[in-house]
């Protein structure tokens, strides 16, 4: 696990587009975000170097104590080992000691996946969570994308770093 640099912009973009349902960005928003955002963000790689995950994520302006987590890239052959949970956490133990309190996220109803890796994570930190729709179907993506409901979690503490520490 390690923040991304801008070698990585092509490479997040060609991860994305084998990560059906995750909305694709342009290259340029991904440099941006591998560069702008990598404070905030977390690469995961394999063993040959290569990207088997990508979170970009911010702090959201005006509340600095509250991380974005914009999407969560895991490749279709690094799934069901843990990388999209390694890598929320290692984001987490990088941010919390900066003041980071609160991670919001958004998630469609029909991503299962998605909704189970975020309420794992909540509930290895013993972090409370509420959910509301932020953007809808037919109000805001004029029928051609799902809902986006906010998953609002918190409060993080660096003690809940050390309890899950302590778990593993």
């Keep these: 696990m390690r923040q991304p640099t801008e070698q990585d912009g092509r490479k997040v973009s060609e ?3 084998r990560c059906p349902p995750l909305d694709t960005n342009s290259l340029y928003a991904n440099l941006l975000q591998c560069t702008h955002f990598s404070d905030t963000s977390v690469v995961a790689e394999d063993e040959t170097g290569g990207l088997a995950g990508f979170i970009p994520a911010y702090r959201l302006p005006g509340r600095p104590d509250t991380l974005f987590v914009w999407q969560v ?7 069901e080992l843990g990388v999209g949970l390694s890598m929320l956490e290692s984001l987490l133990d990088r941010v919390l000691p900066l003041g980071v309190r609160f991670l919001e996220t958004t998630i469609s ?7 189970a890796l975020f309420l794992r994570l909540f509930s290895r930190y013993q972090a409370d969570y509420t959910t509301r729709l932020l953007f809808s179907k037919n109000d805001h993506f ?12 918190g409060p993080f503490s660096v003690t809940g770093i050390q309890k899950r520490q302590e778990e593993s």
Aim: glycine content about 6%; charged content about 40%; cysteine-free.
């Design 73 to 79: 890239a895991v490749d279709p052959e690094a799934r």
């Design 15 to 17: 991860l994305v587009e």
């Design 109 to 115: 109803p029909k991503n299962a996946p998605s909704r």
């Design 142 to 153: 004029g029928g051609k994308h799902d809902d986006e409901e906010l998953y609002h979690a």
